[in-house]
T-cell receptor
Framework: SQTIHQWPATLVQPVGSPLSLECTVE??????LYWYRQAAGRGLQLLFY??????ISSEVPQNLSASRPQDRQFILSSKKLLLSDSGFYLC???????????FGPGTRLTVT | GDSVTQMEGPVTLSEEAFLTINCTYT??????LFWYVQYPGEGLQLLLK?????DKGSNKGFEATYRKETTSFHLEKGSVQVSDSAVYFC?????????????FGSGTKLNVKP
């Protein structure tokens, strides 16, 4: 069966510091991968998606970047965090054959 | 463009009450439709899905029917429990070549009181 992991689970970082969040998927090949951000009490905002290694598409201009160095690994990064980067970050995957999307447990980021 | 609209919350119900959370969508083609549930501090879990018109998705006592004529996918449960308290998201999948794009509603928070 497929499993999706995210780490860390929680993170507190000062403004201006770098960020690296990691997501890995097990049990599937060549998935579509996604990064979403959820502000407190709000809906989901799609940040990035990827259809393959090295292929990243950005949905909104922002302070963040994403990379996919391996088929089942998706990384969200920032060189300098802003207060507005605080939120709950969710990684998700979907298969080409299946129709649904599966989410990881999320990372709670607080920028102070 | 494609979009999902769901009723705003919070929705507060007593245990064993009937639940309806409305969801309507706008899409080209024939999207697949989903309901996800999010418990506090956790990721989203797939609750149910429907892939074509008139399909009924069901799981854990929750049901939703894909109504193409009214572009709706309302979530229902006959008797809610305190453990159903969570945020519910309606979503649609819009395939684009080798990429699946998903559109989510803004979420509806459900509070069930004992």
């Amino acid at each position: 069966s497929q499993t999706i992991h995210q780490w860390p689970a929680t993170l507190v970082q000062p403004v201006g510091s770098p960020l690296s969040l990691e997501c890995t998927v097990e049990g599937t090949s060549n998935p579509n991968l996604y990064w979403y951000r959820q502000a407190a009490g709000r809906g989901l905002q799609l940040l990035f998606y990827s259809v393959g290694i090295g292929q990243i598409s950005s949905e909104v201009p922002q302070n963040l970047s994403a990379s996919r160095p391996q088929d089942r690994q998706f990384i969200l990064s920032s060189k300098k965090l802003l207060l507005s980067d605080s939120g709950f970050y969710l990684c998700a995957w979907s298969g080409l054959a299946g129709v649904e999307q599966y989410f990881g447990p999320g990372t709670r980021l607080t920028v102070t | 463009g494609d979009s999902v609209t769901q009723m705003e919350g919070p929705v507060t119900l007593s245990e064993e009450a009937f639940l309806t959370i409305n969801c309507t969508y706008t899409a080209t083609g024939y999207p697949s439709l989903f309901w996800y549930v999010q418990y506090p501090g956790e990721g989203l879990q797939l609750l149910l899905k429907a892939t074509k018109a008139d399909d009924k998705g069901s799981n854990k006592g929750f049901e939703a029917t894909y109504r193409k004529e009214t572009t709706s996918f309302h979530l229902e449960k006959g008797s809610v429990q305190v453990s159903d308290s969570a945020v519910y998201f309606c979503a649609l999948r819009s395939p684009r070549g080798n990429f699946n794009k998903f559109y989510f509603g803004s979420g509806t928070k459900l509070n069930v009181k004992p």
